[in-house]
T-cell receptor, first 116, second 114 residues
Framework: DTGVSQDPRHKITKRGQNVTFRCDPI?????LYWYRQTLGQGPEFLTY????????KSRLLSDRFSAERPKGSFSTLEIQRTEQGDSAMYLC??????????????FGPGTRLLVL | DQQVKQNSPSLSVQEGRISILNCDYT??????FLWYKKYPAEGPTFLIS?????DKNEDGRFTVFLNKSAKHLSLHIVPSQPGDSAVYFC?????????????FGTGTRLQVTL
């Protein structure tokens, strides 16, 4: 399967701990996005990369959040000093990145985070 | 501030009938609209899209209609099949200079009954 993969699929942590999630996009895709989805809501944009450059960060992304995409391949999303409000599904998506409007984003299965 | 709204959290339709899912938006800067389908334990899957310069786009059983003056779009599925049972998200693109940033609605859960 050459779709978007995310690891881990589930993570339970205690408040105050740090967590890191990984996303592997579709291999030829230049753009990589992170979204967060809470219960009863749609996905909310967090940040995106064009190759290795992080081009935009949402106001939802507090200083405790950091994302990287070294070498323009996989990406990591780290949350430091987790809070219960961080509990959500974290979705990664990728797209070709050709700059066309309405470019399809392909989503991974998500990482479900529960902060106790 | 919910810029993309799906006011029906759920919809139940009989197999073979038409399903109509609605979506409203408030930001006139949106210029592309997409529908995604999501099954449990999976990420959203792209279904169909429409540019703001069009009022209709069709792909097989799926048709999306856009009414710019009303800031309203709808997804029609006909005929509905049990496998269509999923959560459907409306998404919009273009409210900022960031290409491809999507703003999603809260979703409508469609159940197609036999």
């Amino acid at each position: 399967d050459t779709g978007v993969s995310q690891d881990p699929r589930h993570k339970i942590t205690k408040r105050g701990q740090n967590v890191t999630f990984r996303c592997d996009p579709i291999s030829e895709h230049n753009r990589l996005y992170w979204y967060r989805q809470t219960l009863g809501q749609g996905p909310e944009f967090l940040t995106y990369f064009q190759n290795e450059a992080q081009l935009e960060k949402s106001r939802l992304l507090s200083d405790r959040f950091s994302a990287e995409r070294p070498k323009g391949s996989f990406s990591t999303l780290e949350i430091q000093r987790t809070e219960q409000g961080d509990s959500a599904m974290y979705l990664c998506a990728s797209s070709l990145g050709q700059g066309v409007r309405g470019e399809t984003q392909y989503f991974g299965p998500g990482t479900r985070l529960l902060v106790l | 501030d919910q810029q993309v709204k799906q006011n029906s959290p759920s919809l139940s339709v009989q197999e073979g009938r038409i399903s109509i899912l609605n979506c409203d938006y408030t930001n006139s800067m949106f210029d592309y609209f997409l529908w995604y389908k999501k099954y449990p334990a999976e990420g959203p899957t792209f279904l169909i899209s429409i540019s703001s310069i069009k009022d209709k786009n069709e792909d097989g059983r799926f048709t999306v209609f856009l009414n710019k003056s009303a800031k309203h779009l709808s997804l029609h599925i006909v005929p509905s099949q049990p496998g269509d049972s999923a959560v459907y998200f409306c998404a919009a693109e273009g409210d900022t200079g960031t290409a491809s940033k999507l703003t999603f609605g809260t979703g409508t859960r469609l159940q197609v009954t036999l």
